[in-house]
């Protein structure tokens, strides 16, 4: 009886030798790289750098943004009632000054308070200015017309309204009345006491939306 020989083509061949295996398992459990992910830094970078500047401008504008309440005017001001660095106070006559100087105040009246002879009233040595507060904020509040007597003089303009009311060109809310107001009597020489945020607020409230007030209004006023 003849043996055949393990090479010989007759005999079936194993699929897989043990070499085969044993270098098969050698290339597994070796490092291999990462050949499909191809990851790149530079999108990550870009990742983290939008999320940095996202949080920055939620955080800027959670401190800065005032509620986007339009009353808001100054931007230091920390708002919410959190905790913080406390609030800037603001000078009313520096504000004040600001606003005449900006609005149609200055241009009327001029930033020397002496207005334009025949046609605006002066503000200097003025008693509607240094005199009663009241009527001096419903003149800025809501505008006056008619003739008017100021330091011996007749004028007959029409000054316009500025506060929140109907008719309005400005808005000004009640603290911009009392700033203004506040640097008028104190200016150009003037020596009368400042207007408060809270008497503004409350004849504004009595008044409501008033028309031009006129000076035979004014004088019945007590």
Not at 179 to 206: D, P
Request: hydrophobic share 40%.
């Amino acid at each position: 009886m003849s043996f055949l020989s393990p090479s010989d083509p007759r005999v079936d061949q194993a699929a897989v030798t043990d070499e085969s295996v044993i270098s098969a398992h050698e290339k597994l459990l070796g490092v291999q790289p990462d050949e499909k992910g191809h990851y790149r830094l530079a999108p990550l970078n870009v990742l983290f750098f939008l999320s940095g500047l996202i949080m920055f401008g939620g955080t800027y504008l959670g401190r800065y943004a005032g509620y986007f309440d339009p009353r808001v005017y100054n931007e230091n001001v920390l708002h919410g009632g959190g905790s913080g660095e406390a609030p800037v106070a603001i000078d009313p006559i520096a504000l004040g000054k600001k606003l005449f100087n900006n609005a149609a105040c200055n241009a009327c009246h001029q930033a020397t308070g002496l207005g334009l002879p025949g046609a605006i009233p002066p503000l200097v040595n003025s008693d509607w200015v240094t005199g009663s507060d009241e009527k001096l904020i419903r003149i800025l509040l809501h505008g006056l017309q008619g003739p008017i007597k100021v330091a011996g003089v007749d004028y007959n303009s029409a000054m316009p309204a500025f506060g929140r009311v109907a008719g309005s060109g400005f808005n000004w809310s009640d603290d911009k009345i009392a700033a203004v107001l506040t640097y008028i009597r104190q200016e150009w020489g003037n020596q009368a006491s400042g207007v408060s945020v809270e008497k503004v607020t409350a004849i504004h409230a009595k008044e409501g939306d008033h028309k031009p007030w006129t000076v035979v209004e004014l004088e019945k006023l007590p």
